[in-house]
């Protein structure tokens, strides 16, 4: 197949290109490689698909009404993979217009151009954020999501309600993704996981949220792709009775991907100081503007659909996530700094 994955260069981009590559398709790949982290991190990312005769690289942004129009009147996608987008609960209180510009004029870029060419399939990144504080658990896709706690959650809320119009109005298949803390190797440095981990080698104190009360269903990056990789050929069709919010009439679909397996954050950060072998210093502080205490995905749909559940231990994804950083920041890193080509980096 022929697909266009959105986000290319972030985290769960690079790794979807790279699956989907691995599987024999051609994949065209899309960012607008913007500085919310540092670039050299996405151009890292890059090089691992770079060097496949299958992947083409576009640099461009989805908010660029034109050349997402271009883009998709210049070859047609047997489906489209659409994960870009600016992300982040506490970076969307300081620059919410930063999430007008991607998450509601990008996506609707993208929609339009999914329309016009008649996708087969259009693959969507929502998040676990949408059930805002839910006290129901776990999470299931037909569950109120009416009272996010943050403008990022009401970005991607106001996404799955643009993607069911278009499904409605103009037949486009369309499932929406609900990914639950997503870590692993490549991850974001905004997140727990390389937060914690820089500043623990680092011997600085980390700083540990509503004095460690909160649990997240942390999701290994392999179990995200394998379950996107999974439902891509599994096209939403029309004909529900839409009477759940998860399901409807129209060629529409919501589904979760989480570990099933809410971790306490003072367990996480125990299992992550295993991994590393150094103790932290812990800096205990009140919750945050925008979170949530805890999160657990119901995977009864998607094990339904696929056959499939994320399954990945805490213990091993944060050994491989580790073992990752330090190769970063040892090989990989110093030779983009130094002009070493990426892909000889990249490599490692």
Request: hydrophobic share 40%; with cysteine; net charge negative.
């Amino acid at each position: 197949m022929n697909i266009l994955v959105t986000g290319a260069a972030g985290f769960i981009g690079m790794h979807t290109a790279r699956a989907l590559l691995d599987a024999g398709h051609r994949v065209v790949g899309i960012d607008n490689l913007n500085d919310y982290y540092p670039v050299a991190l996405k151009e890292a990312r890059l090089a691992t698909l770079r060097e496949r005769p299958d992947f083409v690289w576009r640099q461009l942004d989805i908010a660029d009404r034109d050349s997402i129009a271009a883009l998709f009147a210049a070859e047609p996608f047997d489906a489209v993979v659409h994960l870009a987008a600016q992300a982040g609960v506490r970076h969307s209180l300081r620059d919410p217009h930063a999430y007008v510009s991607a998450n509601l004029l990008g996506f609707t870029n993208i929609l339009e151009g999914c329309r016009h060419a008649r996708t087969p399939h259009l693959v969507f990144a929502s998040t676990s954020s949408v059930y805002g504080q839910n006290a129901k658990v776990p999470f299931h896709e037909a569950d109120p999501t009416d009272h996010p706690v943050s403008f990022y959650a009401a970005t991607k809320k106001a996404n799955e309600a643009m993607a069911h119009s278009y499904a409605h109005l103009y037949g486009l298949p369309v499932t929406g993704l609900r990914f639950f803390t997503v870590y692993g190797p490549w991850g974001r440095p905004d997140m727990a996981p390389w937060l914690f981990t820089e500043a623990i080698l680092a011997g600085r104190p980390i700083k540990v949220f509503n004095h460690g009360q909160l649990q997240r269903d942390f999701t290994y990056i392999d179990d995200i792709v394998d379950g996107i990789v999974r439902l891509l050929p599994l096209a939403p069709t029309a004909g529900g009775d839409g009477s759940r919010p998860d399901e409807s009439w129209a060629p529409y679909r919501l589904c979760n991907i989480g570990n099933h397996d809410p971790i306490p954050l003072l367990r996480f950060i125990e299992t992550l100081e295993a991994a590393i072998g150094r103790e932290a210093i812990k800096e205990f502080l009140p919750m945050q503007p925008g979170d949530v205490p805890a999160t657990f995905a119901d995977t009864d749909k998607l094990a339904g659909l696929t056959g499939f559940s994320p399954r990945t231990p805490l213990r091993e994804g944060l050994d491989r996530f580790v073992a990752w950083y330090r190769r970063y920041h040892v090989d990989i890193l110093p030779g983009l700094k130094s002009g070493d080509s990426y892909g000889a980096q990249a490599r490692h």
